[in-house]
Nanobody, 122 residues
Framework: QVQLVESGGGLVQAGGSLRLSCAAS????????MGWYRQAPGKQRELVAT???????RYADSVKGRFTISRDKTKNTVCLQMNSLKPEDTTVYYC????????????????WGQGTQVTVSS
């Protein structure tokens, strides 16, 4: 069984910063990609940032220059440092990991956290 647990969401004023963290635990053989998505009510889930095992990163255009993703492979954690937050960043953020578990060694699977609310007031 694999779990992703997020922390760090909350309420912040526009221009402020928040740091989201996510820890993957369980019977993990290998994690390929970790990342963050967000989903506003009535909208599709959208990519925020991802980081591969080799360290390459990908960001949504809307967060480039403001958000930074990092990963600790030894601890199976991923963090998202969010600076210069805007009211339009308000939504639920989800951690995700594409990984191979010990229980299913023949395939890679996407796992998701439960989500953490980020609210930016104007």
């Amino acid at each position: 069984q694999v779990q992703l647990v997020e922390s760090g969401g909350g309420l912040v004023q526009a221009g402020g910063s928040l740091r989201l963290s996510c820890a993957a635990s369980g019977s993990i053989f290998r994690i390929n990609v970790m990342g963050w998505y967000r989903q506003a009510p009535g909208k599709q889930r959208e990519l925020v940032a991802t980081i591969c095992s080799g360290g390459s990163t990908r960001y949504a255009d809307s967060v480039k220059g403001r958000f930074t993703i990092s990963r600790d492979k030894t601890k199976n954690t991923v963090c998202l440092q969010m600076n210069s937050l805007k009211p339009e960043d308000t939504t639920v953020y989800y951690c995700t990991a594409n990984l191979r578990s010990i229980a299913t060694m023949w395939r890679d699977t996407d796992y998701w956290g439960q989500g953490t609310q980020v609210t930016v007031s104007s």
